[in-house]
C-alpha cells in the first residue's frame, strides 16, 4: 500500500525556517519521483520542488536559493528545507509521488496530474 505522510509544518515569521518531511511506504524513493506541492485558499495546487529517482532536483522559480529538496532513501523521507520564508509562501504542502516518464527536470515535471499518489498536507504559515 503506496502511502505518503507529510509533516513539519507550522506558523514562522518572514525570515524563518521550517524543515518538511514526507514519510513513505510501500514502495521505494527508487520507484518514484516525489515531488512537493502547496495550495493556498482559492488557489490552484501548484509545484514547489521535486527530485526524481536518480536525485535529480527542481525548483520553481519563486522558491529557488531559499529551498532545499533532499532525500534519505534509508528512512524513506523526502525532506525540503525552507529558508528566508515569506508570507506568500503561506499554503498547505502536500507531497506527492509520481511514476514519471520521461523523468527529466524542469516545469512539467512539477505538474500535479503527474502524480500518482499523495499524502495528507501539512500547513505552513508565514507571518509578517
Known amino acids: 500500500d503506496v502511502q505518503l505522510q507529510a509533516s513539519g509544518g507550522g506558523l514562522v515569521q518572514a525570515g524563518g525556517s521550517l524543515r518538511l518531511s514526507c514519510t513513505t511506504s510501500?514502495?521505494?524513493?527508487?520507484?518514484?519521483?516525489i515531488g512537493w506541492f502547496r495550495q493556498a485558499p482559492g488557489k490552484v495546487r501548484e509545484g514547489v520542488s521535486g527530485?526524481?529517482?536518480?536525485?535529480?532536483?527542481y525548483y520553481t522559480d519563486s522558491v529557488k536559493g531559499r529551498f532545499t529538496i533532499s532525500s534519505d532513501n534509508s528512512k524513506a523521507t523526502v525532506y525540503l528545507q525552507m529558508n528566508d520564508l515569506k508570507p506568500e509562501d503561506s499554503a498547505v504542502y502536500y507531497c506527492?509521488?509520481?511514476?514519471?516518464?520521461?523523468?527529466?527536470?524542469?516545469?512539467?515535471?512539477?505538474?500535479?496530474?503527474?502524480?500518482?499518489?499523495w499524502g495528507q498536507g501539512t500547513q505552513v504559515t508565514v507571518s509578517s
Open positions: 506527492g509521488a509520481g511514476d514519471i516518464y520521461p523523468m527529466t527536470v524542469g516545469p512539467r515535471f512539477l505538474l500535479p496530474w503527474r502524480y500518482d499518489y
Open positions: 510501500g514502495f521505494t524513493l527508487n520507484d518514484y519521483a
Open positions: 527530485i526524481t529517482t536518480d536525485g535529480k532536483t
